[in-house]
């Protein structure tokens, strides 16, 4: 056979079969950190496995200083204290999460990977059939603190003045030594407020609603984590802004909204009223659309009918602490609204027009001179004549 027919042949052969994926062994693309948690806490590692086949994913867990007795970890293991999710696609991912941290959940976690197809073959030695990436999770006792109660602001009474406390009673261990502490309020640090005092205390001089909230104050440590306690002040929500009245065409679509300042967050619902009644509004109808988050609420009416759509809006804002309410009046015009001015400047220019052809129609007949008729002899100076027939019959003497 001649090299050109049999370079055809292999070109041939070459596109009629299928195509040729390269394996390719299982890589870390991102595998789990170190951290140093504190009893009761919460920690997550992740990891992410390239390779083709996709690897599989398992987890491994080691005392301290037993690095040579690992156990598999399982969803749902240590009284349903550790959760496993993993998902495979293009790589495979995995999310360990240990819950309610112990003193025990200190040790060495550890990522496998392996998608070789021998990987659960007992007779093969693990470590040539599995990569690993290992993680240390170190758990302190976390510190005590004394804090204040939960403080609830009286509504009948406000402006009374409001102090918050915190006393660091032990740290870490014996040897952890505390740098300083400041004051966060729904997350956010409060300014001027750090000192290297282990009692600390915040007072609110005219606390009003807006003044509630999450407060907490963060003690910080040289080589160890923070430690924080929370102090919830309470208070019944209050309604800060909201719309009037609103006024729209029909057709047209409505947004009415509230927002509010108090803590805990309100729980929001719409009413319509009706004189003495109210009817509650959902998401049910197709045309009214509720939308809620912490301290805003906002309802959405969509193609507005004249007939029963007008009246009032009543948002009412809800929590452990009390109830409060405000009204929105919502008018739906007629889709003709538009042309109102329009046809009032049109029917005073009617009026107007009327007006004039009528006083024309009107006038006297003696106020219209006709060019036509023919003019009168003009009349003379009776005087004038009877000087004239003196001088005529004058003699001269």
Request: charged content about 25%; some cysteine.
């Amino acid at each position: 056979m001649r090299p050109g027919a049999v370079m055809l042949l292999l070109v041939l052969l070459g596109n009629l079969m299928p195509p040729f994926v390269t394996a390719q062994n299982a890589g870390f693309v991102k595998s789990p950190m170190s951290e140093t948690k504190l009893t009761g806490d919460t920690f997550e590692l992740y990891c992410d496995v390239r390779g083709n086949p996709t690897p599989e994913i398992q987890w491994w867990y080691s005392e301290i200083n037993r690095a040579d007795s690992f156990k598999q970890l399982w969803d749902g293991a240590r009284k349903r204290r550790v959760s496993i999710n993993t998902a495979y696609g293009a790589n495979g991912v995995s999310v360990l999460g240990i819950t309610r941290l112990t003193l025990e959940d200190s040790g060495t976690y550890e990522c496998r990977a392996s998608n070789d197809p021998r990987r659960n073959d007992l007779r093969q030695n693990p470590a040539i059939t599995w990569i690993r990436a290992q993680a240390t999770i170190s758990v302190l006792q976390k510190p005590k603190i004394n804090a204040s109660d939960q403080i609830i602001l009286p509504a009948d009474s406000p402006g009374v003045p409001v102090t918050l406390h915190c006393n660091l009673t032990t740290a870490h261990t014996a040897n952890t030594v505390h740098t300083e502490s400041f004051w966060v309020k729904n997350g956010r640090e409060i300014a001027n407020t750090r000192t290297e005092h282990r009692t600390t205390a915040y007072r609110i001089g005219k606390p009003r609603a807006d003044d509630s909230g999450e407060y907490m104050c963060v003690y910080t440590f040289e080589m160890a984590p923070n430690a924080n306690a929370t102090i919830e002040v309470k208070a019944k929500p209050v309604i800060t802004g909201h719309k009037r009245s609103e006024n729209k065409n029909e057709g047209e679509n409505a947004m009415l909204y509230c927002k509010s300042v108090g803590y805990p967050h309100p729980t929001w619902t719409w009413r319509k009223m009706e004189g003495t009644s109210s009817t509650d509004i959902d998401n049910s109808t197709g045309r009214f659309f509720i939308t809620s988050r912490d301290n805003y609420t906002e309802l959405n009416i969509i193609n507005l009918d004249i007939d029963t759509d007008p009246g009032k809006y009543e948002c009412n804002a809800s929590n452990a602490i009390g109830t409060t309410a405000e009204i929105t009046i919502l008018r739906v015009r007629s889709h003709l609204a538009p042309l109102w001015p329009f046809l009032g400047v049109l029917a005073e220019i009617i009026i107007l027009v009327v007006i004039i052809v009528v006083y024309e129609k009107r006038k006297r007949p003696d106020d219209i001179i006709d060019d036509d008729e023919p003019v009168g002899p003009m009349k003379t100076n009776p005087t004038n004549n009877h000087k004239d027939k003196n001088v005529r019959h004058r003699t001269t003497k």
